[in-house]
């Protein structure tokens, strides 16, 4: 499979995996191996005094996966930004799933405060990968910001309801000039196909692998399908049409010869 | 008594027992270091600067880390 290239870096795998809701650390830690991913989102929460063993971080193999924090929580891009600023802090990693997520109901992005943290955050040296609506304008304007890629939704994050916002979809893929990650609401191996068979560069998966009732087995299914429908976007999809076509030749059926007209 | 507001809940030490520094508290506190981040009063500390920032009774302290999340 060709390289998937962001901010200048080669990842082998276009299937990103989300560390939220698996049922433990080893749980986590198969799913991520078994998904072949090479980079996981995880999100900063303060750390609770009283409970300090959970710690996801330390599940995770820091040298064989790029951390990709996100800024879930943040409800304005101030907040995005402090959040954004002490991931960095913490790990050194100047890379950041930008996420602005206003309204707890939907966790629907929001646009104006995204664009206006992602032009913070890229004048301030980050690694940018804005989280979005499937909306092309803005798409456009956070590529002219400086962002690393785009990741429009396909449908409400953790809904698992599939590709609801294909046709926007397609034109951001038709568009844009950095990756386009397709993220959240992709509920199963065979939506993650068919996004990757619409172009784009990758998806980014958690709830429909950490919640599946086999975690591991669902991301080593997500893993072929996403490179299912990587090799058959490259390979170059036949054309649609709404009558047959015959696969087998239409000439020499065993029957009367006058009959054949 | 000296206090610090520790992730908005403030605590307690007794007088001269206040950890002298941010590297102190997480120890205190039996933290790992090396994946948590801190602010003071609204400002980050680098990490590789716990071991020399200073604490002074009455500020407010976030610590955060990463959990898991999409």
């Known amino acids: 499979m060709d390289k998937l290239v962001i901010a200048g870096k080669k990842f082998s795998s276009r299937l990103l995996v989300g560390t939220g809701k698996f049922a433990s650390s080893e749980v986590m830690a198969e799913a991520l191996e078994k998904s072949g991913a090479e980079i996981v989102t995880v999100a900063l929460r303060r750390v609770d005094i ?8 330390r ?49 629907l992005p929001d646009p104006v405060e995204t664009l206006k943290a992602a032009e ?21 304007k956070l590529e002219d910001a400086g962002t690393a890629t ?18 926007a979809l397609e034109i951001i893929i038709e568009q844009a000039n950095v990756p386009v990650v397709v993220d959240a609401g992709l509920g199963l191996p065979s939506h993650a196909a068919e996004a990757m068979e619409m172009g784009a560069d990758a998806v980014l998966i958690n709830t429909a692998i950490a919640t599946a009732a086999e975690p591991g087995e669902m991301a080593a299914a997500f893993k072929l399908a996403v490179e299912a429908g990587r090799m058959a976007y490259k390979a170059g999809a036949a054309a649609a049409s709404k009558r047959a076509s015959a696969s087998s030749p239409l000439t020499g059926f065993l029957r009367n010869a006058q009959k054949e007209e | 008594m000296e206090a610090l507001k520790i992730n908005g809940v403030e605590k307690q030490f007794p007088a001269g027992q206040l950890p002298s520094t941010v590297a102190k508290l997480l120890e205190a506190l039996d933290i790992e270091g090396a994946t948590a981040a801190a602010e003071i009063d609204g400002e980050i500390i680098d990490r590789e600067k716990f071991a020399e920032t200073k604490l002074r009774n009455g500020q407010s302290i976030e610590l955060v880390r990463f959990v898991g999340g999409g």
Request: charged fraction near 25%; glycine fraction near 6%.
């Open chain 1, 50 to 57: 009283e409970n300090k063993n959970d710690d996801t971080l």
């Open chain 1, 59 to 107: 599940a995770i193999d820091v040298k064989k996966y790029l951390l990709l924090p996100n800024t879930s929580g943040a409800r304005d891009a101030e907040e995005a930004v402090r959040l954004a600023k002490l991931a960095r802090a913490a790990t050194g990693i100047n890379w950041v799933k930008l996420e602005v997520t206003p309204d707890p109901y939907y966790l």
């Open chain 1, 120 to 140: 913070i955050l890229v004048k301030d040296g980050f690694i940018v990968l804005p989280y979005i609506n499937a909306d092309p304008i803005l798409a456009k």
């Open chain 1, 150 to 167: 785009v990741m429009p939704l396909a449908s409400p994050i953790g809904s698992n309801q599939g590709l609801k916002t294909r046709a």
